[in-house]
T-cell receptor, first 114, second 110 residues
Framework: DAGVIQSPRHEVTEMGQEVTLRCKPI?????LFWYRQTMMRGLELLIY????????DSGMPEDRFSAKMPNASFSTLKIQPSEPRDSAVYFC????????????FGPGTRLTVL | SQQGEEDPQALSIQEGENATMNCSYK?????LQWYRQNSGRGLVHLIL?????REKHSGRLRVTLDTSKKSSSLLITASRAADTASYFC??????????FGKGTTLSVSS
């Protein structure tokens, strides 16, 4: 298996633009997680899905952030409009189930908003 | 909110020495996990210890868990330059998603 796949790996955009991050989880995994990592705040859970259904989105910082999982093999995290403070590394992870299971992380998308 | 807090924030040692990192958490857990993150990469799972276990080994890794003190430690023995990375503990909160600490940055020099 190729592991969790994220695209793009790097994204540089200007303030106010829409940004879409993509994730393909490991086949057979039922849970998918989106995290944001910054030096200041560490690794923050933004939202997670079980069986394509959003379970907890309390970590989504603002209405500018939205996430979807239209099927078991694809998820997107969208920021519209983007702001400089959104600059961070965004990770997608998947696991067999939520809770106590080991999570497998993708390589991350480094987002820079100018 | 962050459940686990690692200590120290940064650790520098020589190759061959042992490295010990600690993690404290606040609420009851089902298990605790340790992850490693190399610079510019995603996190990689190292080891999981359940709440009814006190100690677990995996290669050069030794993890202990003290639920009465709500703390865990990760010991890396005979460290190598390749162990240079950030190490995170993660705890579950009653079946919900994992909560990660801010990590310990380990630097091993040869």
């Amino acid at each position: 298996d190729a592991g969790v796949i994220q695209s793009p790996r790097h994204e540089v955009t200007e303030m106010g633009q829409e940004v879409t991050l993509r994730c393909k989880p490991i086949s057979g995994h039922n849970s998918l997680f989106w995290y944001r990592q910054t030096m200041m705040r560490g690794l923050e859970l933004l939202i997670y899905f079980n069986n394509n259904v959003p379970i907890d989105d309390s970590g989504m910082p603002e209405d500018r952030f939205s996430a979807k999982m239209p099927n078991a093999s694809f998820s997107t995290l969208k920021i519209q409009p983007s702001e400089p403070r959104d600059s961070a590394v965004y990770f997608c992870a998947s696991s067999l189930a939520s809770g106590s299971w080991e999570q497998f992380f993708g390589p991350g998308t480094r987002l820079t908003v100018l | 909110s962050q459940q686990g807090e690692e200590d120290p924030q940064a650790l520098s040692i020589q190759e061959g020495e042992n490295a010990t990192m600690n993690c404290s958490y606040k609420t009851s857990i089902n298990n605790l996990q340790w992850y490693r993150q190399n610079s510019g990469r995603g996190l990689v799972h190292l080891i999981l210890i359940r709440s009814n276990e006190r100690e677990k080994h995996s290669g050069r890794l030794r993890v202990t868990l003290d639920t009465s003190k709500k703390s865990s430690s990760l010991l890396i023995t005979a460290s190598r330059a390749a162990d240079t990375a950030s190490y995170f503990c993660a705890t579950d909160e009653a079946g919900t998603a994992l909560i990660f600490g801010k990590g310990t940055t380990l630097s091993v020099s040869s």
